[in-house]
């Protein structure tokens, strides 16, 4: 039963009792002995029972089409009401998810909550992470014995999904009497395979072969990749050598940008 039929029946099971109250105690005919309360505790009584109806009656809500609509709805566990129209509403589903993001007090705590990254920098040394933009990944190798003249990886970095700027270095450090005519290398996407593709091999080539000496040659270069699956690249090396060892040191470097 709602609240308004309830204080309804009340008022009137009040009236009701207050007549029975005069109506017994001065029926024609009646006489005072077979009356068991004075006309005094009648009257308190009966100002009892009306301050109970007035206190029913002053805290009653008045009908309103609003109140009465929203009465109407069949609520459940994680629903949010909202209103179509003047005074017409219905259901919605309410995530518990969404019931997390609504409490959060500020932006900083709702991007957290949502998982996003904000488009500001950060000052404290911080790195991005993983599948954020400024996500930095490295991978590198110290002495790896190069054979003259077959390529030879390096390192190899496995990159996820996503828009990368990828730097790679390579240095060659031949014996102190070794010979070299060529030293090449590049990013490759295959294995102990050299790739010659424009703007990702690096070569340097000598007329004659020269001792290079205890001193090593840097090559290095820089190359975006916009991957639309995970993918490995490789730091392959190459020099065509004599006489001695060819060694070489490589580093690959990938930072997120999109």
């Excluded at 949010?80 to 509403?89: E, K, N, R, S």
Aim: with cysteine; proline share 2%.
């Amino acid at each position: 039963m709602r609240k308004g039929s309830r204080q309804l029946t009340v008022l009137r099971n009040g009236a009701h009792s207050m007549a029975k109250l005069i109506l017994n105690y001065d029926r024609p005919g009646d006489d005072d002995a077979g009356k068991t309360e004075s006309f005094d505790t009648l009257i308190r009584k009966v100002d009892q029972m009306f301050e109970e109806l007035y206190t029913l009656v002053g805290g009653k809500q008045a009908s309103d089409a609003t109140l009465t609509a929203l009465a109407a709805l069949t609520t459940a566990a994680n629903k949010l009401i909202y209103a179509t129209g003047v005074d017409t509403f219905t259901t919605t589903d309410l995530s518990a998810f969404i019931r997390g993001l609504l409490d959060d007090a500020d932006a900083a705590t709702a991007l957290a909550t949502l998982g996003a990254f904000p488009n500001t920098g950060v000052v404290d040394g911080s790195v991005a992470a993983t599948g954020k933009v400024g996500e930095i990944l490295t991978a590198s190798a110290t002495s790896v014995s190069l054979t003259s003249p077959t390529p030879k990886t390096i390192t190899s970095l496995a990159l996820t999904a996503g828009c990368w700027d990828v730097e790679w270095l390579t240095y060659f450090a031949p014996n102190a009497a070794t010979t070299v005519s060529v030293i090449e290398a590049c990013l490759s996407d295959t294995d102990n395979t050299l790739n010659t593709t424009l703007g990702e091999f690096v070569a340097s080539s000598y007329p004659t072969s020269f001792v290079m000496g205890a001193n090593g040659t840097v090559l290095q270069g820089r190359r975006r990749l916009n991957l639309s699956a995970g993918a490995t690249k490789y730091l392959v090396a190459m020099s065509t050598f004599a006489t001695n060892t060819m060694s070489a040191n490589g580093i690959i470097t990938a930072k997120r940008v999109r």
